[in-house]
């Protein structure tokens, strides 16, 4: 990777330094989503069975899994990945049912409000499966749904449906399975064809076609479906110290280079011999991978930066807002403290960012692109709607009445002020 000392760079080579990739940010995908939905939209099934075609070159009979089909997939599947699985969902299950939500209800001098929630009904769940079969984004997606309640759980994914996801989408609760991915997959979710039903908010990470979709779904006035983050392709910022093991850096860098073409690994050090020796070690360790040519697409997006201290790379992390941070120094969490934007952080040399992507127990889909600094990653909350109640007595009314009539008037809402005061009056009458 190109080394970069950031002190020697101008505000805007440091701009330039934390760019994104070119390659997610292409001015025709915004125009052909924008088709595959509309297409969609008016040819509804069949749209589904040209685009498998000509996407994926699958020629499909049925969208919808059946029965029997999902059967057979989990009769395939090798014992040994069903024992991963269900480690993995265990620790899923774990993490999020511990954040289930704790309502609020406070009373004073008459007046109540209260914090509920309530799940919401119908979700579409995307697993992304062209260049790798995402076993895990099913995890990920499925186990939260069910534990918040949600009634109707949607799956797509491109076909042909790995054996694996279906394994792990039947594991995880998951009864409707459809064999669609892309943009087309995301038109589908929100507008609903004569197969796949509309639903209520879509969640799943994808390309830059998927997000695309997804952002363009979630503002269409045709529809009213939301989105559940910005989630584009993968990117990691590794901040290490001079005695970090190079190999555990660079093998960091090449797990999320191999995603895709598309994704993004940067390396912040105050230490210039080691950022040379994880240029090394990702030669030797790259020449290993079975995905090379997708990993040094990536690499060549990629970089190194030279920082004075360890503080100073906390901020160039912040001002990036990584998906994900790996923080390999002797401290980590003290540097923690001053992390203000990052989607998910793995602290040590001991914790690779892959026990995130699969089996910690957090949750791997997390915002992009640098809307880390605004947007969470994902949890149980976001299969759910919170909403507020509020409930006076005719003391509680009497007490705050003069209050929102003061408010009212001085926002000249005549209508807001006489709901107050015809109760009001009411109560010296009676």
């Known amino acids: 990777m190109q080394i970069l000392t950031w002190q020697s760079l101008s505000d805007t080579e440091k701009d330039q330094a934390l760019a994104r990739s070119p390659m997610a940010q292409s001015q025709h995908v915004e ?19 040209d685009y498998s075609q000509q996407f994926d070159g699958v020629s499909l009979n049925n969208i919808k899994l059946n029965e029997t089909a999902i ?37 004073a001098a008459g007046i109540r409000c209260e914090l509920r929630s309530e799940s919401i009904e119908k979700v579409g769940l995307y697993i992304p499966g062209g260049s790798a079969p995402l076993i895990s984004t099913v995890m990920m997606l499925a186990l939260p749904a069910k534990i918040a309640g949600c009634q109707q759980r ?79 392709p993968s990117e990691v910022l590794v901040i290490a110290d001079g005695l970090a093991n190079p190999d555990f850096v660079a093998a960091d860098l090449l797990s999320q280079a191999e995603h895709g073409p598309d994704s993004q690994v940067i390396l912040v050090t105050d230490c210039n011999t080691l950022a040379k020796a994880v240029n090394l070690a990702l030669e030797s360790q790259l020449a290993q991978l079975s995905r090379i040519d997708i990993a040094t697409q990536a690499l060549s997006s990629s970089r190194s930066i030279i920082v004075d201290n360890l503080d100073e790379a906390v901020k160039v992390s912040n001002r990036y807002g990584p998906e994900h941070l790996i923080i390999q120094t002797q401290a980590p969490r003290a540097l923690l403290q001053n992390i203000r934007a990052a989607g998910s952080i793995f602290l040590g040399a001991y ?20 809307y880390s600094r605004t947007v969470s990653s994902l949890s149980l909350a976001d299969f759910c709607r919170r909403f507020t109640v509020q409930e006076l007595t005719a003391q509680g009314l009497a007490h705050l009445g003069g209050t929102v009539m003061t408010l009212a008037n001085a926002e000249q809402l005549d209508a807001h002020k006489n709901a107050i005061a015809i109760r009001l009056a009411s109560l010296t009458t009676s």
């Open 154 to 232: 949607v799956l797509v994914s491109p076909p042909p449906i790995d054996d694996a996801i279906i394994y792990a989408a039947n594991a995880c609760g998951i009864e409707e399975i459809y064999q669609v991915g892309g943009a087309q997959a995301i038109a589908a979710l929100a507008f609903g064809t004569e197969s796949v039903p509309q639903v209520d908010k879509i969640f799943g990470p994808g390309n830059r076609f998927v997000t695309e979709a997804k952002r363009s779904v979630s503002q269409d006035n045709r529809c009213t479906v939301s989105i559940d983050m910005p989630a584009g």
């Open 31 to 49: 125009h052909d989503v924008s088709q595959i939905i509309n297409t969609v939209i008016n040819q509804g099934d069949q749209a589904l069975f």
């Open 351 to 370: 914790t690779p960012e892959s026990v995130g992507d699969y089996a910690s127990g957090t949750n791997h889909v997390l915002p992009t692109y640098g």
């Open 71 to 107: 059967r057979h997939a989990c009769d395939n599947l090798d014992d040994t990945l069903k024992t991963a699985i269900k480690q993995a969902m265990d620790n899923i299950e774990r993490f999020h049912r511990a954040q289930t939500f704790q309502g609020v209800d406070i009373e």
